[in-house]
C-alpha cells in the first residue's frame, strides 16, 4: 500500500491554510488555527481518528471566526479526499458491527454517527445548543463544518449528538468523527467497495 498521504495549500483575501494529512498516521498532530476551542477539537478529532495532521491558518479573525473555521474544513476535506485516492481496499462504511452507528459517549453528552465514503455528499445533522459560542468558537459554526467538511471529502455522513454541555457535544462529535472516519478508511481488502467500480 503507498503512502496515503495529503498536502495542500489554500489561499484567499480571507485565509492562508497548509494542512498535512498522513491517513496511516499514530495521532500526531499540530493544529494552529488562531481560533482556540476548534484547535482544541481538532487536536481530538486526529488523536481520535489516529490521523497525523498539520494545519496551520492565518485568518481574518478580526471579522469572527467563520472563515477560518469553514476554510479549514473545505481543506481538510479535499484532504482525506486526495490522501484516499482511488479508495481502494477502503471498508468505506463507518460504524459498529453491533450497531448502525458509532456510539460515543463524554460525560452527559453522547454522539451517535454514520458515514459511507460514498463520493456522493450529504449531511443530516440535528443537535441542540444553549450558548451562541463555546469560548471563540460560533456553535453555529459546528453544522457549517460539517457540511463543507462532507463537500470536500465527497462524504455521506449522519450525525446526532444529545447533551447539557455544549462544550463535551461538540468535543464527543469530533472525537467520534475521527473513529469513524478512521474505520471508513481502514484497508481491508484490494478492491474498490462499490459495485460500480469506483467511488
Same mark, same amino acid.
Given at each position: 500500500?503507498?503512502?496515503?498521504?495529503?498536502?495542500?495549500?489554500?489561499?484567499?483575501?480571507?485565509?492562508?491554510?497548509?494542512?498535512?494529512?498522513?491517513?496511516?498516521?499514530?495521532?500526531?498532530?499540530?493544529?494552529?488555527?488562531?481560533?482556540?476551542?476548534?484547535?482544541?477539537?481538532?487536536?481530538?478529532?486526529?488523536?481520535?481518528?489516529?490521523?497525523?495532521?498539520?494545519?496551520?491558518?492565518?485568518?481574518?479573525?478580526?471579522?469572527?471566526?467563520?472563515?477560518?473555521?469553514?476554510?479549514?474544513?473545505?481543506?481538510?476535506?479535499? $484532504? /482525506?479526499?486526495? #490522501? &484516499? +485516492?482511488?479508495?481502494?481496499?477502503?471498508?468505506?462504511? !463507518?460504524?459498529?458491527?453491533?450497531?448502525?452507528? @458509532?456510539?460515543?459517549?463524554?460525560?452527559?453528552?453522547?454522539?451517535?454517527?454514520?458515514?459511507?465514503?460514498?463520493?456522493?455528499?450529504?449531511?443530516?445533522?440535528?443537535?441542540?445548543?444553549?450558548?451562541?459560542?463555546?469560548?471563540?468558537?460560533?456553535?453555529?459554526?459546528?453544522?457549517?463544518?460539517?457540511? $463543507? /467538511?462532507?463537500? #470536500? &471529502? +465527497?462524504?455521506?455522513?449522519?450525525?446526532?449528538?444529545? !447533551?447539557?454541555?455544549?462544550?463535551?457535544?461538540? @468535543?464527543?462529535?469530533?472525537?467520534?468523527?475521527?473513529?469513524?472516519?478512521?474505520?471508513?478508511?481502514?484497508?481491508?481488502?484490494?478492491?474498490?467497495?462499490?459495485?460500480?467500480?469506483?467511488?
Amino acid at each position: 500500500m503507498k503512502n496515503r498521504i495529503a498536502e495542500i495549500s489554500r489561499r484567499t483575501s480571507e485565509t492562508d491554510i497548509f494542512c498535512r494529512l498522513d491517513l496511516d498516521g499514530t495521532g500526531i498532530c499540530q493544529i494552529e488555527t488562531g481560533v482556540g476551542f476548534f484547535d482544541h477539537v481538532l487536536e481530538s478529532f486526529a488523536r481520535h481518528g489516529k490521523f497525523d495532521l498539520i494545519l496551520k491558518c492565518a485568518g481574518d479573525l478580526k471579522t469572527g471566526a467563520h472563515h477560518s473555521i469553514e476554510d479549514c474544513a473545505l481543506v481538510l476535506g479535499e $484532504s /482525506f479526499k486526495k #490522501a &484516499a +485516492g482511488e479508495k481502494i481496499g477502503i471498508e468505506r462504511f !463507518g460504524f459498529e458491527k453491533i450497531s448502525a452507528e @458509532e456510539i460515543l459517549p463524554m460525560d452527559e453528552a453522547i454522539a451517535f454517527l454514520a458515514a459511507d465514503f460514498s463520493g456522493r455528499p450529504f449531511l443530516k445533522f440535528a443537535a441542540k445548543f444553549k450558548n451562541e459560542k463555546v469560548a471563540d468558537f460560533p456553535t453555529e459554526m459546528v453544522a457549517h463544518f460539517l457540511q $463543507s /467538511f462532507s463537500v #470536500a &471529502a +465527497g462524504l455521506n455522513l449522519h450525525a446526532k449528538i444529545d !447533551g447539557e454541555n455544549d462544550h463535551h457535544q461538540i @468535543e464527543v462529535l469530533f472525537k467520534s468523527l475521527g473513529r469513524v472516519l478512521r474505520k471508513i478508511l481502514k484497508i481491508s481488502g484490494a478492491k474498490i467497495p462499490s459495485t460500480k467500480g469506483s467511488l
